[in-house]
Structures are given as structure tokens and as C-alpha cells.
């Protein structure tokens, strides 16, 4: 069973069934599954995506500066984060939100030493703001911070998706679902798993993922103890 992991959840796991905006009884589901692993004994961080409110790709692709639609995104992760930390909290998990952007009043500033004192205490650590910095991904943000922490495995959750296609199996009916890839393959074959930044720090940090469907109920801590679901992405 993994120690210490990293969580990646998408705007569009939050999001849920709804059209826009956070869905509560998603959330909560998520939650619970953290729980779950939590009382494993397993030390959590979790980076939330902003898509579910906005994305700064988009929003430049229709004419915004790209730097100003991405700071509006660092500050829509926070929005979900808070939602995040809000659910685990009244399920009795400790946690700290960590904004690598300055929002004193709600939560604390990212510095690296103190995210790893808080997992060794027990705590979930949900990373927001991305790196505080525009023209990088969530997916990059995870990727440093799980490396930063030390973290073993990073945990890829998907909303509706159960690993990783080869096309999109939502318009072609004969996907087929990749068991195990590479970086190198994910890089070469152009695959939407991850931006090429993220994909590139893995394979150069010896940092495996996994890419798996999170709306299924225990997926979190099967994937935790090391089960073979969705896709597992290795190093080689």
C-alpha cells in the first residue's frame, strides 16, 4: 500500500452531473472516499482543478489575456479546494488548505517544509492556486507538488472515463482502454492525459500515475492499495 500519495481531481470531477459550478452530493461522495484511504493510515495531498468554473485556455482561445484568464483560474481552484476541505471536515478529516497566490484570511501560504510537517501529523493537504504562476497547468502544479512532497504515486481521478483511450470512447464506441503506458508513449502518441510539461516531469522525476475513474465507489483506496484499475502510467 502506497504512504504518501498525491490526488489529482479535475474541475470536471467536482462539477459532477451538473452543467457548471460544484455539485454537493459529488463532493461529499468524494469525501468520503478520502476518508476511507485516510484511515488507512495513508498521507494525502490533493490538487484541485478550476474547470468546473473557468478555464484560462479558453477563456485566451476567445480573446482574454492569457496571463489574466489563468489567474482567474488560480482563484477558481481555490473556490473548489475550500468546497473540498469543507466535506472532509465535517467528516472529522484534518486539513489544510495551502494557495501558492496569498489569500491569508482562508487559507495558508504554500511553502513546501510546512505541507510535509502537516501530512506527518495526519492531515490532508489540498494544494490550490496552481503554482501561482499563469501558462501552467493544473496537471504541472500536481506533478511539482507531488514531487516536492515526496509523494510515491500520483492518483489521476477522472469523472467519467475509466483510464486511458486510445481515441475518446465517448464518440468511438471501440476504444480501447490502455492497461499501462509510458511517458514516452503518452508524449509520442499526442494522448489527453496530461499537458507535455506534466507528462515530461514524471518520466524525469521517476513518478508513476495512475489514471482511473473516481465516480466508482472505493476506486480511491483501491487504487491506494496498489490494485490494478484504470490506467497506470510508468516511468518505463
Not at 97 to 113: G, M, T
Request: charged residues 20%; positive net charge; aromatic residues 6%.
Amino acid at each position: 500500500m502506497y504512504k504518501r500519495i498525491l490526488l489529482k481531481m479535475s474541475g470536471e470531477a467536482i462539477k459532477g452531473k451538473t452543467s457548471y459550478g460544484i455539485d454537493s452530493k459529488m463532493v461529499t461522495s468524494i469525501a468520503q472516499q478520502i476518508k476511507a484511504a485516510h484511515d488507512l493510515g495513508v498521507q494525502i495531498g490533493i490538487v484541485v482543478g478550476g474547470g468546473n468554473i473557468w478555464r484560462g485556455k479558453t477563456a485566451s482561445e476567445l480573446g482574454m489575456d492569457r496571463a489574466q484568464a489563468d489567474y482567474m483560474g488560480m482563484l477558481a481552484t481555490i473556490m473548489n479546494g475550500l468546497a473540498v476541505q469543507d466535506a472532509l471536515e465535517h467528516l472529522g478529516v484534518p486539513t489544510r488548505v495551502l494557495s501558492a497566490i496569498q489569500v491569508n484570511e482562508i487559507a495558508e501560504p504554500y511553502i513546501r517544509r510546512r505541507a510535509i510537517r502537516h501530512l506527518e501529523k495526519g492531515r490532508v493537504c489540498i494544494f490550490v492556486g496552481g503554482l501561482g504562476s499563469p501558462y501552467f497547468s493544473t496537471d504541472t502544479a500536481c506533478i511539482l507538488r507531488a514531487t516536492e512532497i515526496g509523494a510515491e504515486i500520483v492518483l489521476m481521478a477522472k469523472n467519467a472515463t475509466d483510464g486511458v483511450y486510445d481515441s475518446d470512447p465517448r464518440t468511438n464506441p471501440n476504444a480501447k482502454l490502455y492497461k499501462e503506458l509510458t511517458f514516452n508513449e503518452i508524449l509520442s502518441k499526442n494522448l489527453s492525459v496530461m499537458d507535455a510539461t506534466a507528462a515530461s516531469l514524471c518520466r524525469d522525476n521517476q513518478l508513476n500515475l495512475i489514471v482511473f475513474n473516481m465516480s466508482i465507489e472505493g476506486n480511491i483506496v483501491r487504487a491506494v492499495k496498489g490494485e490494478q484499475i484504470g490506467t497506470l502510467v510508468k516511468v518505463k
